[in-house]
């Protein structure tokens, strides 16, 4: 888990150095869509937890190809009804938390 850290995209590349990672907690963290390609080399991730990030639907492409995820958390994140549809048509078998987005940036986690 790296939640509440200041993870950013090098920081996912740097994990998906692991293969045998099977779950992944990025909650409230500065990853960006972008920042989610390096996910593609995780082929036993079946966890994924992206919740309040600025995660958008530019990240639908990327995550509908983790085929293996069986739970998605899309909680507080930009992600449209559109782009929750097209993850549920393509991740058939994964549970996706969603709500659609507020207009309001996520929350920020406290610094510690």
Known sequence: EVIRTR????????????PT???LRLDYTAVTDKGLEPLKQLPKLTELSLDN????DAAVEILRTLTSLRSL??????ISKTG????????PRCRIV?????GQPPRRAPRT
């Open 7 to 18: 993870v950013t995209d090098q920081g996912v590349a740097a994990l998906a150095a692991i």
């Open 21 to 23: 990672l099977q779950s």
């Open 84 to 91: 929750y549809e097209a993850l549920r048509s393509a991740l």
């Open 73 to 78: 958390d899309l909680y507080h994140t930009r």
């Open 98 to 102: 969603y709500d659609e987005p507020s």
């Open 53 to 56: 990030t600025n995660i958008t």
